[in-house]
């Protein structure tokens, strides 16, 4: 077990239809891995990796949904104290955009008021099946306030970005708020670490 | 989402309450294929928490009961010669007498909704009352989390449970409290700062924690154990602070209105059965050792308070809390420490207690050289026994335990979980999940199939009349059939849940988590546990707490409890009350309720169940959850006698799939990770993840 230093540790869910590729955005992202085929995944919990962003280091732990979103089971402790959300579907099946607004209605119940939401349209390699337009997907996303982009778990296209990119508003998020907060003097015990005040705040 | 259930399991569960949710896990970290359904649209059954319109329709759906005679036995035909059916219930009749009363201004709230997590949809749907909906800038110091990485985690304030990885890394892990690096002196800022520094502490705390966890009993329990404590509350830091930036803070206790509830009804979390932690009880021993505990957050209850007189007082119980004690005499003081530390070890002092076996606690402690008021707190408080009814044995028993589980996490005995005990048995459901279960809400099962020949249950139907078969079966009590209960005879507990203004005590930090005994009021009554949660808990709103009230019934909920809620609180909607009611907090809200306890039926009062089913059982009155989790583990044994219960999983950052597992799975279900207790993936992940173990 290594000593571990990292500036930040964000923890990050995803959720979306089952089949839309979850999994596999996460396991190309923190092992560099397509696994085609591959079944549920049974004993992992989350994942974890390490990225460095202008020089700090940022430790995302990120969540997959152990299955339960096949029949629209998750927990709702799933949700909490998420920093962020990725909110997948595949844009080869209508049917999985189509679920958006259901999985919006459960974040807005469950999720913490400052999550950040990220819109993914998965599988742009299998472009000639697409069902789902960027156009559609963009408004949509607009109109939700959330960020969006497409992505290929298989080709790795956008993956780094899209978790690098995440990173970098988490961090900045997580600035602005530090700024703010350090206006009122600080209350113990109520979710504020004093190292981060120092160490982000007065440089 | 056209899919269909698999049809063949190894165990099927059919409730989501506590015990049934950790034989889930159970069975699914043993290897077992489990399927886990709930009739409800909510995970818990009745151990489930609301937000407060989740609790409105509940409420109604509790109240209209209505008798839809749905029953379609078309399954019925499903049922082949060889087989008989055990039909299931599909209504549930746990819930009774439910009463609910507002106290403020109800019509204001009309049309006013809740508000989301979501501030576009929010805008989009034009829910926002406008003018009233709280602009960005007001809402952000409302906020309890205060963003900051990790931190941004509400549960910052709270406690981790003995996890290394959890979200509230920064949090103090559960365990670490006994050692030192973990300390945390309540409003020394100095001290924070070195505990939540991001470098090498978080680490350095869990490793602690797992040491401590691992041994166990590695520092002595009792009094003397340092009174560290997790929450910066008790600092005398007064809460005025956090509405500073946006609002003139106004001294005095804000008015909260029946439409600010409804609005911010997202941020109540509503319990139906009003539970706390023993830090040294099997449930915490079970979270720890499971790693369950990495999806939770707790945190300390802050007060034991007594009520005598007419007066709500705080209960001194640690030692450092009896020496500051400002209520106390040194007399008393001596008294009460020689007597808590004679308890400690009892069992080695026979003589002190032998002649007296056969007499009431009450009794004994009459015997004893403690002043009336010290006899007070030690009966209802400490023990929290019965005065008439428990033995000299039962209380010392019971002042033990308190004893012991002093000092793990805090100065008071009790950990409550961060929005609120319903997220216990969703905790447990979701490791079941990560070692394959899968979850169906909404899912209601008609009947068991009993196959005549073996005498043995082999499927269930379900509510599509698809069957689905398994070797064992779990089933909470209330999904089993009035025939099947008819010799059952079950007791029922009285509940309360208030929205209030205020603290039942006011001292220096608002945020304080009580519990309060009040001793019956009439003879023949029992007593009335109360437990007072504040919204840093994350299941009320700020300036609001959360009140909840428990009893054994004797008669309705309301009846059995309003009497206390009297003492206790001011009920008066009108302005002009009497100069002691105003001093007491406000109810805003409240309702009463009766819930069935199903605990502690004998299994063979149920009648005609096969051997390989085995039942659950509802919330018991008890203050703890050991209830629940001797009943899973005896389940569990009962069917896997050669399985280890709950043992803990691979930690997800030493899990590396080696290249035999990216093939799609050939062996079937042999696709469990590899583990690897070393660094390996951390670095190999942290440079873009090329590296991967390759076993052969």
């Known amino acids: ?203 | 989402m056209a899919d269909n259930l698999p049809t063949e399991f190894d165990v099927v569960v059919v409730g989501t309450g506590l015990p049934e949710s950790i034989i889930a896990a159970a069975c699914a970290r043993s290897g077992q294929r489990v399927l886990h359904v709930d009739s409800r649209n909510y995970y818990g059954g009745n151990w489930a928490s609301f937000s407060f319109s989740g609790l409105l329709s509940w409420i109604k759906e509790n109240q209209q009961k209505a008798d839809l005679s749905d029953e379609c036995e078309d399954w019925r035909k499903l049922i082949l010669e060889d087989e008989e059916a055990i039909p299931l219930s599909s209504k549930d009749k746990t819930i009774q007498h439910v009463e609910d009363f507002c106290f403020g201004d109800q019509d204001s709230a009309e049309g006013v909704e809740e508000a989301g997590a979501l501030p576009k949809l929010r805008v989009l749907g034009a829910l926002a009352a406008q003018g009233e909906s709280p602009g960005p800038e007001k809402e952000s110091p409302a906020e309890m989390g205060i963003a900051l990485g990790s931190q941004e985690s509400p549960a910052e304030m709270g406690i981790a449970l003995g996890s290394q990885e959890s979200p509230a890394e920064m949090g103090i892990a559960l365990g670490s409290q006994e050692s030192p690096a973990a300390e945390v002196s309540p409003g020394s800022e100095k001290e924070n700062a070195a505990v939540g520094s991001p470098g090498e502490e978080p680490q350095g705390c869990s490793e602690a924690a797992r040491a401590a966890a691992g041994d166990g009993a590695g520092a002595a329990p009792g009094p003397g154990a340092a009174p560290s404590t997790a929450d910066g509350d008790s600092a005398p830091q007064p809460a005025k602070t956090e509405a500073a930036p946006s609002e003139n803070a106004a001294q005095e206790p804000k008015k909260i209105t029946y439409s600010q509830i409804v609005r911010e009804g997202r941020r109540f979390n509503i319990d139906l059965v009003s539970k706390l932690l023993y830090s040294r009880g099997l449930l915490i021993d079970l979270l720890i050792k499971s790693n369950v505990s990495r999806y939770a957050e707790f945190k300390n209850a802050t007060r034991v308070l007594a009520f005598r007189e007419g007066k709500v007082e705080q209960v001194p119980c640690s030692r450092a809390d009896v020496f500051n004690s400002r209520q106390l005499t040194m007399v008393e003081k001596r008294m009460l420490m020689k007597f808590l530390t004679f308890c400690l070890d009892y069992e080695q002092h026979p003589e002190e207690y032998q002649e007296h076996e056969s007499s009431t606690f009450a009794e004994f402690l009459q015997t004893r050289k403690l002043t009336p008021s010290l006899q007070h707190f030690i009966l209802h408080s400490i023990a929290m026994v019965a005065e008439t009814e428990s033995s000299t044995l039962e209380g010392l028993q019971a002042t033990k335990k308190f004893l012991q589980c002093l000092g793990r996490y805090g100065n008071t005995p009790f950990l409550f979980p961060l929005y609120g005990q319903g997220e216990i048995p969703q905790c447990f459901c979701r490791l079941c999940a990560v070692f394959g279960g899968i979850y169906c809400l909404r899912h209601a099962v008609r009947c068991l199939v009993l196959d005549r020949a073996s005498g043995r249950c082999k499927a269930i139907v379900d509510q599509f009349g698809q069957r689905i078969s398994a070797n064992y079966f779990i089933v909470e009590d209330s999904y089993l059939s009035e025939s099947t209960c008819t010799n059952v005879c079950y007791r029922q507990i009285s509940r309360a849940v208030l929205i209030t203004d205020q603290s039942v005590l006011n001292t220096d930090s608002e945020q304080q988590v009580s519990i309060l005994t009040v001793p019956p009021l009439e003879p023949g009554r029992a007593a009335v546990r109360v437990i007072e949660l504040c919204s840093s808990t994350m299941t009320c709103m700020k300036d609001t707490y959360l009140v909840h009230l428990t009893c054994p019934s004797t008669k309705t909920a309301r009846e059995d409890l309003e009497p206390v809620v009297q003492k206790l609180f001011n009920l008066n909607t009108e302005k002009e009350t009497e100069n002691e009611e105003l001093q007491k907090p406000r109810v805003l809200w409240a309702v009463y309720f009766n819930m069935r306890d199903s605990s502690g039926v004998e299994r063979s009062s149920y009648a005609g169940l096969p051997s390989n089913v085995y039942v659950c059982s509802g919330p018991d009155s008890a203050l703890g959850n050991d209830c629940a989790v001797k009943q899973a583990e005896t389940i569990f044994r009962e069917m896997f006698p050669a399985e280890e219960f709950c043992p803990p999983p691979p930690n997800p950052e030493d899990i590396i799939y080696d290249e035999d597992e990216i093939e799609p799975e050939e062996s079937g279900l042999n696709n469990s990770p590899e583990t690897k207790p070393e660094t390996s993936a951390e670095e190999s992940s942290s440079e873009g993840g090329a590296a991967v173990t390759k076993e052969e």
């Not at chain 1, 460095?52 to 979103?69: M, R, S, Y």
């Not at chain 1, 109109?143 to 290929?152: G, I, K, P, R, V």
């Open chain 1, 1 to 203: 077990m290594s000593m571990e230093d990292y500036d930040f540790l964000f923890k990050i869910v995803l959720i979306g239809n089952a089949g839309v590729g979850k999994t596999c955005l996460v396991r190309r992202f923190t092992q560099g891995l397509f696994p085609p085929g591959q079944g549920a995944t049974i004993g992992v919990d989350f994942m974890i990796k390490t990225v460095e962003i202008n020089g700090e280091k940022v430790k995302l732990q990120i969540w997959d949904t152990a299955g339960q979103e096949r029949f629209r089971s998750i927990t709702q402790s799933y949700y909490r104290s998420a920093n962020a959300l990725i909110l997948t579907y595949d844009i080869t099946c209508e049917e999985s955009f189509r679920c958006l607004p259901e999985w919006l209605r459960e974040i807005e119940q469950y999720a913490s008021n400052k999550v950040i939401t990220v819109l993914v349209g998965n599988k742009i390699d299998l472009a000639d099946k697409r069902e789902v337009s960027q156009q559609r997907a963009a408004e949509f996303s607009e109109a939700q306030d959330m960020y969006y982009l497409e992505t290929s778990a298989k080709e790795s296209d956008n993956v780094e970005k899209l978790f690098l990119d995440l990173a970098c508003r988490l961090i900045s998020e997580a600035r602005q708020n530090t700024l703010v907060n350090n206006v009122s003097s600080p209350l113990p015990g109520e979710g504020k670490s004093i190292s981060y005040l120092t160490c982000c705040n007065f440089n």
